[in-house]
Nanobody, 126 residues
Framework: QGQLVESGGGSVQAGGSLRLSCAPT????????MAWFRQTPGSEREVVAT????????TYADSVKGRFTISKDDAQNSLDLQMNGLKPEDTGMYYC???????????????????WGQGTQVTVSS
């Protein structure tokens, strides 16, 4: 329960688009809070976008606002991340997170989530 699988990563040139998707291996698993994070070697995992069902709003890192869109597909039970206008600095391993820990606050911290996927690599070349 709670295991997540990401898909949709790849290599694109700057200005291109990718769509990431995250789905639970247990198809009936749902979580009120989910998010996308990314990480580069030597850096901490940073939030990209968050989604919360109860609060009914999404948040974005300043660096991706206006370019990325997070959405929940209830029919597929997946969390998607549409990434447009990609930049080389968007390169990294992208992780899906779910499961609100007891310390869940604004959802922008990695420690606020219980479950994680294995990640999908996104590489943007200039």
């Amino acid at each position: 329960q709670g295991q997540l699988v990401e898909s949709g990563g790849g290599s694109v040139q700057a200005g291109g688009s990718l769509r990431l998707s995250c789905a639970p291996t247990e198809r009936t698993y749902t979580s009120a809070c989910m998010a996308w994070f990314r990480q580069t070697p030597g850096s901490e995992r940073e939030v990209v976008a968050t989604w919360h069902s109860g609060r009914r709003f999404t948040t974005y890192a300043d660096s991706v606002k206006g370019r990325f869109t997070i959405s929940k597909d209830d029919a597929q039970n997946s969390l998607d991340l549409q990434m447009n206008g990609l930049k080389p600095e968007d390169t990294g391993m992208y992780y899906c997170a779910a499961g609100c820990r007891g310390n869940y606050g604004n959802g922008r911290g990695a420690a606020e989530y219980v479950y994680w996927g294995q990640g999908t690599q996104v590489t943007v070349s200039s």
